[in-house]
């Protein structure tokens, strides 16, 4: 595995870190207003709000896409950001795009982090977005070519 598939992981785990943080403080204030999924689960009951972390997801990804040039947070720390598959800055096309094919993942994560270690990086988003994520060093080791 390449360098920047593992700085992937790392940015997808910091930002989903973030994501997690952000939604459960907001859901903590609109919980009497609606009813999240119960379930028990090694003994422990636990609440989870599907909707508002998909909103969350979604919302995070396409605010930073659109405002910081599709560098998350965790990209940020982790050194690398996303191109398109020509090296060029990415359209908005592109960034509504892989924000919305992302989602999928997000919904069948376990199966697409098999994918992304099986295949060597190819994701869903990059392929149909026409994206790929580079460092931000100036080395040109792409990851989904």
């Known amino acids: 595995m390449n360098t920047i598939a593992l700085r992937r992981i790392v940015a997808y785990l910091i930002d989903g870190l973030i994501i997690g943080i952000i939604s459960s403080i907001v859901t903590s204030f609109i919980r009497p207003f609606f009813n999240p999924i119960q379930y028990t689960w090694w003994g422990m009951d636990i ?30 720390i982790s050194g690398i950001h996303v191109v398109s598959s020509s090296h060029l800055a990415l359209s908005p096309t592109q960034h509504v795009k892989r924000s919305l094919i992302k989602m999928i993942s997000v919904v069948f994560s376990l199966i697409a982090f098999l994918v992304f270690i099986v295949t060597k990086n190819w994701t869903l988003h990059d392929t149909i977005a026409k994206t790929t994520t580079v460092s931000r060093t100036g080395t040109v080791e792409a990851s989904n070519e």
């Open 47 to 76: 609440e989870f709000n599907a909707e508002f972390l998909l909103f969350f997801y979604l919302g995070y990804f396409v605010l930073f896409d659109f405002t910081h040039r599709g560098v998350t947070l965790g990209k940020l």
